[in-house]
């Protein structure tokens, strides 16, 4: 059981360039999940996929963020015209849900993001 | 908007002492999981909680689901410095958006040598 990844994990840029983070899920999963952490803050819950479809993402932080996963496997997620306050980690999570009530998702080990 | 309170914040003890952390809410949860966290990494889940009134142990720790699915504790026996770390509690609400986890704010324990 290989987990889940995230590439790259750790990523420095400039204020206004574009980034984008890629995560691999566990392969059985069928969902995969988007977080931010902020430093002394738990994980904030940006948007989800089942499968290749994006169920929610009216918790993303702003328009100039994005996610996809085209193919029902990876996901990426990119952040447009990067601000200093998007420094966080970013973490993704992923989960198989077969009807049973409980959804345990799994994380991965982050992409720690820094704008100058 | 669902919180959940975790208590201590802090937390530094010597090795060989117990500890309880508290993860408190005014909402019903249909599962609690808890997670512990090291620097520069993401979560790892321990365990999930379902019933009300569950206890789960895993080696020495132990954990339990409040009677209401409002709380949960996490007890820790002998504490060792490889316990050392964020503990984060995390619910699942009931119903539509249970696929939306709210963490707390987690619990930063330190255990001295």
């Known amino acids: 059981d290989t987990g889940v990844s995230q590439d790259p994990r750790h990523k420095i840029t400039k204020r206004g360039q574009n980034v984008t983070f890629r995560c691999d899920p566990i392969?059985?999963?069928?969902?995969l999940y988007w977080y931010r952490q902020t430093l002394g803050q738990g994980p904030e819950f940006l948007t989800y996929f089942q499968n290749e479809a994006q169920l929610e993402k009216s918790r993303l932080l702003s328009d100039r963020f994005s996610a996809e996963r085209p193919k029902g496997s990876f996901s990426t997620l990119e952040i447009q015209r990067t601000e200093q306050g998007d420094s966080a980690m970013y973490l993704c999570?992923?989960?198989?849900?077969?009807?049973?009530?409980?959804?345990?998702?799994?994380f991965g080990p982050g992409t720690r993001l820094t704008v100058l | 908007t669902q919180l959940l309170e975790q208590s201590p914040q802090f937390l530094s003890i010597q090795e060989g002492e117990n500890l309880t952390v508290y993860c408190n809410s005014s909402?019903?949860?249909?599962?609690l999981q808890w997670y512990r966290q090291e620097p520069g990494e993401g979560p790892v889940l321990l365990v999930t909680v379902v019933t009300g009134g569950e206890v789960k142990k895993l080696k020495r720790l132990t954990f339990q689901f409040g009677d209401a699915r409002k709380d949960s504790s996490l007890h820790i026996t002998a504490a060792q410095p490889g316990d050392t770390g964020l503990y984060l509690c995390?619910?699942?609400?009931?119903?539509?958006?249970?696929?939306?986890?709210?963490f707390g704010k987690g619990t930063k324990l330190s255990v001295i040598p």
């Open positions: 392969s059985e999963h069928n969902r």
């Open positions: 999570a992923s989960s198989l849900v077969t009807g049973t009530f409980t959804d345990t998702q799994y």
């Open positions: 909402s019903v949860f249909s599962s």
């Open positions: 995390a619910g699942a609400p009931s119903g539509a958006g249970s696929y939306q986890l709210t």
